[in-house]
């Protein structure tokens, strides 16, 4: 079971993460200790020197990140036929207790590279570099993420055997299962559709508005609204958009619109989904430091750039949504 | 236009042979004027031209800009600054080989992102300037060392900056190119650009072109005419 | 955003004639580079292959199959014993099947033989399978002899070649009328090897099993998902096996790729300190060597991928099929039905682009931090 492929591939991007940053801790000691802009004298143009390579390996980890996200869902799909009971990767997330949390921490990790990356392309628009030993900070902090990322991956992955009888998506997702899963999936459609789309055209709201205003206020909003249109997707998802996709009034599941019977469509929808989660939250995140005199411009305008694409994502996303509801021959409302 | 205040540089700081190749320079140079900077080797005359054409930084000291002070500024805004504002001319041409002369001439604005037909009818119009319009194409190594200054000078203009650094320019030139150089260089000053040159060359730094000498030793200024 | 469009084109221009500058370099690189990729390529096309014939192959089988144990060990099933399962709601069909293996000392190779149930086959005649043809030089008419465990000479007229189509499973078999099968090997009235059994519904499978191991507890059913579980999980296991000894390979280009990204030339590291001096900063630098990068993994790696599918589909992966298939005398010659997945790529892509970007960061750093002071100074 371990010798996969796929899963040597993660092991391996999950470990060499984890060892660059490692690597760059060092670097990211001396940047909080001796950053100083305004000097000339050599250790300055030293590290000046070395902030490009270490933001570029910073920039590969975390491209690296959200591929990996990427290969571990996809995996976890196509990995489904080993397990008995297992239909799709819901129950090869299941076959042990680490499974769904290395899935939402990759996810988290995922967030969090992408927060960074615009952090890191304001902060070198601005002249005298304000952010960098906060940069450095963050990245500090985020290495016991990833090591409890590559120890999650770990234990899940050599803890999978082929013959362990898991649940599936059925007996998760059905609505009398005790879980926050099944309990989302219970929602009765009509006001899990007024909840979806309300979310979403709120957040297409916000992020418009940013986008032609940019200002704090209108950031902030446009960040939180993301945040909240994200889990209003993922709750619609679960609770009726894979309903309209399987043609099936009780099969919830979120994982099974990956796979290839169903055109893997599911791409389609988290794709767009997750690029504008991802580019809603970084604008709002950027707002904070929007008062520093020397970022004020390179905020604006970036944040500016993330919550169009923020506002387009959940547009597309929507789209995609109600095209599959349209298309589908199954009927829940009248 | 330029000013340096107070400018030390040192190499291998804190090391046991620390070197300061310029030991407390105060300089400002003029705007669309000709100056010249002379000196010795290992006087700190081409650190000093590192500094004035913003290749480098100081280690201690100011360097104002048209009134700005640039001292701090990290490197990538530092060289937008001196894309913009400067052009260089090396002793040794240092034009790419393999390449072509107006793709050599074009080189210094790709970082603008500037359309490729806007920057190829600039670097036609130089050529046509200095009459090399005959060897757009031609590959760098093909050129003679008259030709290849010529190049180099349309490269050196090719982002239109106020201030032209040129490193010993007639070095690897006989009396005859030199003449011509001197003459282009005449023709610059008089559209109103601001020149800094470095040269041993008697017959540059005795010329009529040149405004103002500045002599150097050991890392400090100790003639100025 | 158009300036940006602009740049990126400017710099892939700088790139492109910059790697063909030094065209020997740069070949060199590109050509291990896809080597690479075509192993890697080759092993992950023909496993899956390999997996999802597995799998096609299978469809058409019994959903569970019953054997029976004495001792630990397979023994035939006794008259009566089909009766036993009874009813069991689920099971649409049930029958005992007959086959056995023959070792067959010409070609040092065992075959299967079997009575079909769904196959008419006059009694001395055999229906044999297309490596049988190839290895005894069988065709329709011939005539053959096996002599059996007991020592008696059997003699079979062929009448028919099992079609190539089906040769992943039927390379070996040899087909018979069931009273020959049970003379030929003695086999006692009412026994069979084992039963089929067909399940309509896949959910109900589990729970058809539970009861026929409560109804037989000497029985040994085994499901076909049990199976294919099996095979794919090997197939993966031979994969992971041959990547790990292909890892060393990985590794090696990594060091090369370090190599050849760390040897800049005195001529290229001048280029990049003129580069620097007349206006790029060491992030345009940085951004060209990437560009640089990004062409040749690109075009390594579609070559890579293009020749390992025309190596895997077109020439029978010739170079890695001995490995990957398992050891057998009888290989059977099939072609492989052309399947690529997502999955697929995206590991492949882990597997070699990843440890290539890896390899080139810190040389590409240390390349575009030339100080440009040194152009100065001639």
Redesign the interface.
């Known amino acids: 079971?371990?010798?996969?492929?796929?899963i040597?591939?993660?092991l391996?991007?999950a470990g060499?993460s984890l060892a660059?940053l490692l690597i760059a801790s060092p670097f990211a000691l001396q940047v909080i200790r001796h950053w100083d802009?305004?000097?000339?004298?050599?250790?300055q143009?030293k590290l000046?020197?070395l902030t490009?390579?270490f933001s570029?390996?910073v920039a590969?980890v975390c491209v690296?990140q959200i591929?990996a996200a990427?290969?571990f869902v996809?995996?976890a799909d196509?990995m489904s036929?080993?397990?008995?009971g297992a239909m799709c990767a819901v129950g090869a997330l299941n076959v042990n207790a680490y499974g769904f949390p290395a899935l939402y921490l990759q996810l988290g990790l995922f967030f969090l590279a992408a927060i960074w990356l615009a952090i890191n392309h304001v902060d070198?628009r601005a002249?005298?570099?304000p952010l960098v030993k906060l940069k450095y900070a963050l990245l500090l902090a985020a290495i016991p993420l990833f090591a409890a990322s590559l120890g999650m991956q770990l234990s899940y992955f050599l803890g999978l055997k082929?013959?362990v009888i898991t649940s599936c998506c059925g007996s998760l997702f059905s609505a009398d299962a005790p879980t926050l899963a099944s309990e989302v999936s219970a929602l009765e459609p009509k006001p899990a559709l007024l909840s979806f789309y309300g979310a979403i055209l709120a957040a297409i709201g916000l992020s418009g508005w940013h986008w032609r205003r940019g200002n704090d206020l209108s950031g902030y909003l446009a960040g939180f609204g993301s945040l909240a249109a994200f889990a209003a997707s993922v709750a619609g998802i679960l609770a009726f958009v894979s309903l309209y996709i399987y043609e099936h009034p009780n099969h919830h599941c979120p994982f099974c619109i990956l796979k290839?019977e169903y055109d893997?469509q599911g791409y389609w929808l988290y794709v767009p989904l997750f690029a504008a989660a991802a580019a809603g939250m970084s604008a709002g995140v950027l707002r904070i430091f929007s008062r520093r005199p020397s970022l004020a411009a390179a905020v604006t305008a970036a944040t500016r750039q993330l919550a169009a694409v923020s506002a387009l994502g959940f547009a597309l996303f929507a789209l995609v949504a109600s095209l599959m509801i349209w298309q589908s021959n199954l009927i829940l409302l009248d | 236009m330029l000013e340096l205040t107070h400018i030390r540089k040192?190499?291998?700081?804190?090391k046991h042979n620390e070197y300061w190749a310029l030991d407390g320079i105060d300089l400002a140079i003029p705007e669309k004027q000709v100056t010249a900077l002379k000196g010795p080797s290992g006087s700190g005359k081409t650190t000093l031209l590192t500094i004035l054409g913003c290749l480098a930084?100081?280690?201690?000291?100011r360097v104002r800009l048209k009134g700005d002070d640039i001292?701090?500024?990290?490197?990538?805004?530092l060289t937008e600054i001196r894309r913009r504002t400067f052009g260089f001319i090396f002793q040794q041409f240092n034009l790419i080989r393999g390449i072509s002369a107006i793709e050599n001439i074009i080189l210094p604005a790709y970082p603008t992102g500037q359309p490729r037909k806007e920057l190829l009818e600039q670097a036609e119009a130089l050529l046509a300037g200095v009459d090399l319009g005959h060897r757009r194409d031609a590959k760098v190594e093909w050129l003679s060392g008259g030709e290849q200054q010529r190049v180099a000078i349309c490269r050196a203009l090719i982002n239109d900056p106020e201030i032209l650094i040129a490193d010993e320019p007639t070095a690897n030139l006989d009396t005859r190119l030199s003449k011509e150089f001197l003459a282009i260089l005449e023709r610059l000053a008089d559209a109103g650009r601001t020149i800094i040159l470095t040269s041993h060359d008697p017959l540059v730094v005795e010329s009529a072109v040149v405004n103002s000498v500045v002599t150097l030793r050991d890392g400090k200024i100790v003639e100025r005419k | 955003m158009k300036t940006w469009i602009e740049k990126q084109r400017h710099l892939i221009d700088f790139t492109l004639a910059s790697l063909a500058r030094r065209k020997g370099k740069n070949l060199g690189l590109l050509f291990i580079y896809t080597l690479l990729v075509f192993v890697l390529a080759s092993v992950?096309l023909y496993t899956h292959a390999l997996r999802s014939e597995a799998v096609h192959v299978l469809a058409g089988s019994p959903e569970i199959v019953l054997q029976r144990l004495v001792a630990g060990r397979h023994d035939l099933i006794p008259p009566g014993y089909i009766e036993q399962i009874g009813r069991i709601r689920g099971v649409q069909k049930k029958e005992g099947r007959l086959w056995g293996y023959y070792y067959d000392s010409v070609v040092k190779a065992n075959y299967t033989f079997m009575a079909p149930r769904d196959m008419v086959i006059a009694r001395g005649e055999i229906v044999v399978g297309p490596a049988l043809e190839r290895s005894r030089g069988l065709a329709a008419g011939n005539g053959i002899s096996f002599r059996s465990y007991t020592g008696e000479l059997h003699t079979f007229i062929v009448a028919d070649v099992l079609p190539q189509s089906s040769e992943l499973v039927s390379a070996d078999l040899v087909l018979m009328h069931e009273e020959d099968f049970r003379a030929f090997f003695k086999y006692p009235a009412g026994h069979y090897t084992d039963v089929a059994m067909s399940v309509a519904n896949p959910q109900e499978v589990?729970n058809v099993t539970l009861k026929l191991m409560s109804a037989l507890p000497d029985s040994r059913p085994i499901l076909r998902?049990?199976v294919?579980?099996t095979y794919?999980?090997i197939f993966?296991?031979r994969?992971?096996?041959m990547?790990?000894l292909l890892s060393a390979a990985i590794l090696a280009f990594g060091i090369f790729a370090w190599e050849k990204a760390a040897g800049l030339s005195a001529e290229e590291r001048r280029e990049i300190g003129i580069l620097k001096a007349i206006g790029w900063e060491?992030?345009d630098v940085?951004k060209m060597k990437f560009w640089e990068g990004l062409l040749i993994s690109l075009t390594a790696f579609l070559f890579g991928y293009v020749s390992a599918y025309l190596h895997v589909f077109y020439a029978e992966a010739s170079l890695f099929a001995p490995v990957l298939k398992g050891w057998a005398v009888l290989y059977p010659s099939f072609a492989l039905t052309p399947h690529i997945?997502?999955?697929q790529i995206?590991?492949l892509f882990?597997?070699t682009v990843?440890p290539y970007?890896?390899a080139v960061?810190?040389p590409?750093?240390r390349a575009?931090?030339t100080d440009p002071d040194t152009v100065m100074r001639g």
């Open positions: 079971m371990f010798f996969q492929p796929a040597i591939a993660l391996l991007a060499l660059m802009i305004a000097s000339g004298s050599e250790r143009l000046e020197r490009y390579l570029t390996l590969f690296v591929l990427l290969l996809f995996n196509k036929v080993m397990f008995v070198s002249r005298d570099y082929a013959d290839p893997y | 040192a190499f291998n700081q804190g930084r100081p280690t201690e000291g001292s701090g500024l990290p490197e990538r805004f | 992950a589990r998902d049990e294919l579980r794919a999980s993966d296991w994969e992971g096996i990547l790990a060491t992030g940085i997945d997502g999955l995206a590991t882990f597997f990843f970007t890896a960061l810190v590409i750093w575009a931090t």
